[in-house]
């Protein structure tokens, strides 16, 4: 990767990844893209306004900076999707097909993020595996599953050098997700930090994947760097890092925090999204074929998003 492009760059990923990038491979070699201004990200390197639905405005940035390689971050969230699937399904599908388009014509590599949405009800629940039944019942789903097959796609019939990694919940504390099924693991480290309580969507019992931005932003980066004869599979790898219920989390927060109290106001639509989703993942392809190890866990996240936060709160 010399000359890199982030299309979304103004989302919860995007707004961490690009400073992460521009450290590693130069201010200048980093061009952050998206649909609305963004000022932070245009303090320190190249920022375009973008709407990642016209192509011939996307192919245009990817010529002027002579970019190679694309990061497609454009997307709907799953909970946010249900509440209009049409909608959901024109932008995370228009702005994957603009990017896989622009990348065969401009003969750039892609990451396309996928995601625990990619599975359903019908894959097995623990430890699922790279390859198995992918029957998601959300729109979010259904997109991420026609994504990881068009990359494959481009990559079989093209030569597009497509490669993803299907992202657990990501927890972060620079900018905060919006409309995903796995917010309240953001939102609870915020709440606890200003009010002590949080009342929670998601029901106390159920598990999914998550993980912490430093280890997403690692994970982008190690898998785009990796030896492509190495891998056996591209679109898209299970990675994991921990996996736990909003009981759980809320115990790590009380050992910090003793007085932290949650309730709950379940959405039904977040609680059928959850319950379709695996507990966790089996995420041996990407430890075998690109070296993927994550870094943290759920004890040593929740001790940096409450310094952070709190530090920020002051
Ligand atoms: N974080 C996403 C969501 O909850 C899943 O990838 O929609």
Known sequence: ?????????????????????????????????????????????????????????????????????????????????????????????GALMNSLEVARQHHCALFTPSSIGAFGPTSPKDGTPQDTIMQPTTVYGICKVTGELLSNYYHLKYGVDTRSVRFPGIISNVTQPGGGTTDYAVEIYYEAVRNGKYTCAVPSDVYMDMIYMPDALRACVELMEADPRQLIHRNSFNIASMSFTPEIIAAEIRKHIPEFEMDYYIDPVKREIAESWPNSLDDTCARQEWGWKPEWDLEKMTTDMLNVIRSREK
């Open 1 to 93: 990767m010399k000359h890199i492009l982030i299309v979304g760059a103004g989302g919860q990923i995007g707004s961490e990844l690009t400073t992460y990038l521009r450290k590693i491979y130069g201010n200048a070699n980093v061009v952050a893209t998206d649909v609305r201004e963004c000022k932070n990200l245009a303090a320190d390197g190249p920022f375009e306004v973008l709407d990642a639905l016209n192509a011939t405005s996307m192919a245009s940035v990817v010529a002027r900076h002579n970019i190679d390689t694309i990061f497609n971050l454009v997307a709907l969230l799953s909970a946010v999707g249900e509440r209009n699937p049409q909608m959901a399904w024109g932008v995370n599908m």
